[in-house]
């Protein structure tokens, strides 16, 4: 598990600290907080109901089971974030995910990446470097005859790379917002926050203080990315590269 008309996050940042700027171009922190409220309650009862829905999902074969996964999870994370979108009247581009400076995103997540997955095959023992490797939906698309299998790990890689690191962005934004800070930096309040999140919510389910400091690593470097380079599509890169890996 992990995941517009505003202002961008440079020009947010100096209104913020800018004593001049007109209060109606400042975020709503109000609106940012119930935003954030909203979208963790819902996280949290899909969650809850996970534990008696995860036996089921992961005896699904095949395309169709790699899609009632998807669809869980599509659920979990992605309805609630692009309906508050929709509400307020935001795009994807006021959460970083533009083409400029993506090439700085994409090389940052590219370093941290390596980072940690240098760092959990170091604990292995032993060189861990596929992506998605360990998760049900990789396993059921590789089961899966060509060309569903294609398409199987397609879809893991849209929702379990990119729709988890879009819920960390929407995350990490909507705390930023609501605490009135700019956003930015490799200490920020979103990427901090999201990292404590990710990680006490696989301690929660059963990870143990390993899967805690591993959760809130990768937590953390999909909020920083945005947070240090204004560009969003990193994340989804790193949330790619170091969810579930493993060995063949």
């Not at 996050?9 to 609106?31: D, F, V, Y």
């Not at 760092?119 to 939906?137: E, Q």
């Amino acid at each position: 598990m992990t995941c517009c008309s505003l202002i961008g996050a440079r020009n947010r940042g100096n209104l913020l600290t800018h004593q001049t700027a007109p209060q109606s171009t400042l975020p709503n922190r109000r609106t940012a907080a119930f935003d954030l409220t909203v979208t963790i309650a819902f996280f949290l009862a899909c969650a809850f109901a996970l534990t008696t829905l995860d036996p089921i999902l992961r005896r699904g074969r095949g395309l169709t089971g790699v899609l009632a996964l998807g669809g869980y999870q599509l659920m979990c994370e992605g309805v609630v974030p692009l309906l508050i979108m929709a509400a307020r009247r935001e795009h994807p581009s006021s959460y970083g995910f533009t083409r400029r400076r993506i090439g700085t995103s994409i090389g940052l997540a590219l370093v941290l990446a390596t980072i940690y997955n240098l760092a959990l095959s170091w604990r292995a023992g032993g060189l861990l470097w596929i992506p998605l490797r360990r998760h049900s939906a990789t396993r059921m698309s590789l089961a899966a005859g060509f060309p569903s299998n294609l398409v199987g790990l397609a879809i893991t890689i849209a929702v379990w790379g990119f729709m988890e690191a879009f819920f960390g962005v929407f995350f990490a934004r909507k705390l930023n917002d609501a605490l009135g800070h700019s956003g930015r930096g490799w200490f920020s309040y979103g990427a901090l926050g999201f990292g404590l999140f990710n990680g006490l919510i696989h301690l929660a389910l059963g990870q143990g203080i390993e899967g805690f400091a591993v959760c809130f690593a990768s937590g953390y470097a999909i909020a920083v990315i945005p947070a240090v380079t204004e560009n969003a599509w990193g994340s989804a890169v790193v949330q790619t590269l170091t969810n579930a890996a493993g060995k063949l």
